[in-house]
């Protein structure tokens, strides 16, 4: 009798311990679920405007028109007004947080400006839809996302109607193409969280890749090759500007050999353009 109440007594305890369990997975879950539910509603910051502007069929040209970005009581960017022409290649150059990324993160609408306006083709960026604002212009920058799926996924994220031949042609401007079909699943290899299967300067030629796929009329580079040797990050170069109708770029660096190659190389300092000009100009003032 007392073999059979030990016997029932143990089966009691680990069914309770069995439930206990589940309750606390299922807190567990709730609690996830709320997390999930408070981000879902946040209301965006950035939308679309209740009547959207048309871009014209064709251009380039951007116009920061004393644009001012504070966060907090800080003020990151401090009255910067600057026009790129169509097909121009302007870099941005200066010490970390004199406001670089910031600048490039405005025309995408990724921050709105406090003060000013930034203006594609005469356009605020405000008054077009996300949608169009971003197949017209497109931001790669060093620390950009991949996504835990297939080369081939990856590069048309933002093109998924892409032909193979479209996606592998971005990839060969990019000087992606080699190292890809050097891979045993070419196109369709996975590439881990974050692609953890590729070295730095490979994500960064998947995500020029996923940027040229677009066919943007204004590109942002954010340090996007500098993970890069200097041979490769030459012939991406060639890539980016050799097409027969140039784009229009601007580019965040620190790096000499990389603002040499621009039409105009703009400095800023403390959130405020210092000084404008040709890089040989910048380097003898």
């Not at 890749?209 to 012939?235: E, H």
Request: aromatic share 4%.
């Amino acid at each position: 009798m007392l073999l059979s109440f030990s016997a029932w007594m143990v089966q009691l305890t680990n069914r309770i311990a069995g439930l206990l369990e589940r309750f606390n997975f299922v807190m567990q879950a709730k609690a996830s679920a709320d997390r999930i539910n408070a981000v879902l509603s946040v209301e965006a910051a950035i939308a679309d405007p209740p009547r959207a502007a048309a871009l014209p069929p064709s251009g380039g040209g951007l116009r920061f028109s004393n644009v001012s970005v504070k966060f907090g009581e800080r003020r990151i960017l401090d009255g910067v007004s600057l026009d790129v022409r169509a097909g121009e290649t302007v870099v941005l150059t200066g010490r970390s947080g004199s406001g670089k990324s910031i600048l490039l993160s405005l025309p995408p609408r990724l921050y709105d400006p406090g003060e000013g306006g930034v203006f594609l083709d005469g356009v605020d960026v405000r008054d077009l839809c996300l949608e169009t604002l971003r197949s017209a212009v497109c931001l790669a920058s060093d620390d950009a996302v991949l996504f835990n799926d297939t080369i081939a996924a990856n590069i048309s994220l933002g093109r998924p109607d892409a032909s193979q031949a479209e996606i592998e042609q971005a990839a060969q401007l990019a000087q992606a193409h080699r190292f890809i079909t050097e891979m045993p699943d070419g196109y369709d290899a996975g590439i881990g969280e974050r692609g953890l299967t590729l070295s730095g300067g490979q994500r960064q030629r998947i995500v020029l890749a996923r940027a040229l796929l677009v066919g943007p009329r204004l590109l942002l580079l954010d340090d996007a090759s500098s993970s890069l040797d200097p041979a490769t990050d030459a012939a991406v170069w060639q890539g980016l500007t050799g097409r027969e109708q140039k784009r229009t770029m601007l580019v965040a660096t620190q790096r000499r050999s990389v603002a040499a190659r621009g039409d105009r190389v703009v400095l800023l300092d403390a959130g405020r353009i210092a000084a404008e000009g040709t890089d040989e100009e910048l380097w003898r003032t």
